[in-house]
């Protein structure tokens, strides 16, 4: 049977990678983002393939529930969500941040995924099948200096993912966290504003997760037997690695 799978984000970067990745595979797909014209970019690029895009701001709640209302027919039962829509802004000191951006990542990060989750899932339940992905990152798990709220905003994704399996354990729906490390994709030029020599100076001299790569991954936990739920996985490129501790010592040089 041909199953559907919801992707948010699906404009760029992995979420645009993920809906090739299904796409492929001969999939439904319900893609999402604001860019309405790259979704029907998408759409151009896979005329075979049954896609429903919907120009979306996962920050609007009236508008999440209205997407899920109006699914066509032949869209309805979606079988996987791949909540991957999200951002970071910014990499200041908290005592320097913008609390406009913070507000910006708590609203798409968290509430938005929560929008999208408790939205979908009553449908899930009551067919007792289906699969959320979510995006989190190695930010909510290891701290970096700037990674203040958006950490924060992962380590959300960690624990809900975990709180919505014990939630689901008497069903069938499956819950994976994918945490995925250095990525080059859309995501640095829209945490430096459009700044894209800053951007590129990020993954300068490495070589980081391409799309595609978290693509498969996503692809891979969907696709496992149905008795197999693969509730973590934490990727970086093989040029990553954890930091030490830190230990501040007093150098006279101020901050
Ligand atoms: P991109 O910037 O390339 O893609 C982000 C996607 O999210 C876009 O399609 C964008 O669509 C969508 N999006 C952002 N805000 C909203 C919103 N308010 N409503 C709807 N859609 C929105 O970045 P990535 O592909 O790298 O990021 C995807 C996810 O992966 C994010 O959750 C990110 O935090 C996470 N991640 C990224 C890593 C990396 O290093 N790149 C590593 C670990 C996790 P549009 O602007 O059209 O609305
Ligand atoms: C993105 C990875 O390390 O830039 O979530 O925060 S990192």
């Known amino acids: 049977m041909q199953k559907t799978v919801c992707i948010t984000g699906a404009t760029s ?13 001969g999939w ?13 970019e998408l759409r151009g690029q896979y005329g075979a ?22 699914l066509p027919e032949g869209f309805r039962d979606i079988d996987v969500l791949v909540n991957n829509a999200g951002l970071a802004l910014g990499l200041e000191g908290a005592h320097r941040a913008s609390l406009a951006d913070w507000e910006s990542m708590i609203d798409t990060n968290i509430k938005g995924l929560c929008y999208l989750t408790r939205c979908l899932l009553p449908a ?27 950490g924060a905003t992962k380590a959300f994704v960690k624990q809900f993912s975990r709180n919505l399996l014990t939630d689901l ?15 080059e ?26 799309p ?5 991954i996503v692809h891979w936990v969907t696709t496992v037997p149905p008795h197999v739920n693969i509730c973590t996985v934490e990727v970086m ?6 930091g030490p501790l830190a230990v501040h010592r007093e150098s006279g040089s101020g901050e």
């Open 169 to 183: 354990i008497h069903t069938k729906i499956r819950v994976t966290n994918i945490e995925p490390g250095l990525s």
């Open 13 to 25: 970067g992995f979420g645009r990678a993920c809906a090739e990745r299904f796409a492929a595979e």
């Open 124 to 150: 899930m339940v009551a067919r007792n099948r289906g699969h959320i992905v979510n995006m989190g990152s190695i930010a909510g798990t290891y701290p970096y200096p700037g990674g203040n709220v958006y």
């Open 212 to 216: 595609v790569d978290i693509a498969e």
């Open 49 to 70: 393939v049954p896609i429903h895009a919907v120009g979306l701001d996962i920050r609007d709640l009236g508008a999440v529930e209205a997407m899920v209302r109006d």
């Open 237 to 242: 490129p093989v040029c990553q690695s954890c």
């Open 185 to 210: 994709s859309e995501f640095s030029i829209v945490r430096f504003h459009g700044d894209k020599d800053k951007a590129d100076s990020v993954y300068k001299g490495t070589q980081p997760l391409r």
């Open 28 to 40: 439904r797909l319900v893609v999402t983002g604001r860019r309405v014209e790259r979704l029907e």
